[in-house]
């Protein structure tokens, strides 16, 4: 068995550690302080640290914590809200009975009210029919009222002339510068054709009226204005003795117009047969003729020679 050969003292190595072991007892001594205050300065900055996390640790654990309970309330508070008790429950249910009570007795008043709405609505109208069917006869009744005044009016400012009249022409004419006239201005006589209105005027002896002059055109239309019909809407015409054929116009002896007081457009000679003329109340006497239909109705004039004439002087 080989064995480990014996070592040799080395007595230089010796001599230097015994030489320099004060001073590496000093100098070891020197690196154990400066190491344990390194030590000590981590140790220190570590419990620091560790004692700042610890701190913001806890603050964040209360804060969850916090935020836990106040959810934790809530949840509570809504589980507690949820579960309502058999007596709450009862209550609520009488509430709600008293509810539908209130609701089916205004329902009924609101039935009630309607109704009556109803019936008020119904003689509300009913009467507002009855006073437009009244209003209308009572218009109906002033405007007969009124014909009536003015057919009075009429005859009575007739009276002096028809006294006269009386003695010289036939009842009913009147009696204007030694000749007869009838205006059938009432309307109890109706209208009446162009050759209807000549034989009711030659029935008395006369004939349709001849409006040859300026001043018979005249008086005729001044009489007519001084005698409308102020309940009429529209001006009256009256046939007088003038007709057209194929645009000749002639009077009843056969004489050709030579000078007629037609209105603006007239005569239009709208008939290619015959035409007739009919004398309306105007302002202006120059335009108080036109043209009509010889069959249209028609209120008329009437003219014959009175009684003075035909008597010996």
């Known amino acids: 068995m ?3 050969e014996p070592r040799e003292p080395n007595f230089k190595d010796g001599f230097e550690r015994l030489v320099c072991q004060e001073d590496l007892e000093d100098e070891e001594h020197q690196n154990y302080h400066q190491a344990n205050r390194i030590n000590l300065q981590v140790l220190t900055f570590s419990m620091g640290r560790c004692r700042t996390l610890a701190s913001v640790s806890m603050m964040v654990l209360a804060a969850a914590l916090l935020i836990a309970d106040i959810a934790l309330a809530d949840q509570y508070k809504k589980h507690t809200d949820a579960h309502l ?68 009016s009429t005859m009575r400012s007739h009276l002096p002339i028809i006294s006269d009249g009386c003695k010289y022409c036939p009842e009913g004419w009147l009696f204007l510068n030694s000749y007869c006239y009838f205006y059938p201005f009432s309307a109890r006589f109706g209208l009446k054709t162009w050759q209807q209105a000549r034989e009711f005027c030659q029935m008395y002896g006369g004939d349709l009226l001849v409006i040859d002059s300026k001043d018979k055109e005249n008086s005729t239309v001044r009489f007519l204005m001084k ?56 302002t202006n006497i120059f335009q108080a003729w036109n043209v009509a239909n010889c069959d249209s109705q028609r209120k008329w004039i009437c003219e014959k020679v009175s009684s003075t004439q035909t008597e010996p002087l």
Not at 250 to 278: H, I, S, Y
């Open 227 to 282: 005698n409308k019909n102020p309940s009429s809407s529209s001006d009256q015409p009256f046939w007088f003795g003038l007709r057209g054929l194929e645009g000749t116009w002639k009077w009843l002896n056969g004489a050709v117009l030579t000078e007629g007081f037609w209105m603006q457009g007239q005569p239009n000679n709208q008939n290619n047969n015959e035409d007739c003329a009919a004398v309306t109340a105007k």
């Open 85 to 152: 008790t058999s007596a709450d429950v009862e209550h609520i249910g009488e509430e709600v009975a008293k509810l539908q009570g209130a609701y089916h007795t205004a329902v009924e008043s609101m039935k009630g009210a309607q109704k009556q709405l109803n019936i008020e609505r119904d003689s509300q109208t009913e009467t507002i029919f009855e006073l437009d069917h009244q209003t209308k006869r009572s218009k109906d009744y002033q405007v007969q009222i009124g014909q009536l005044q003015w057919e009075v």
């Open 2 to 4: 080989e064995g480990k």
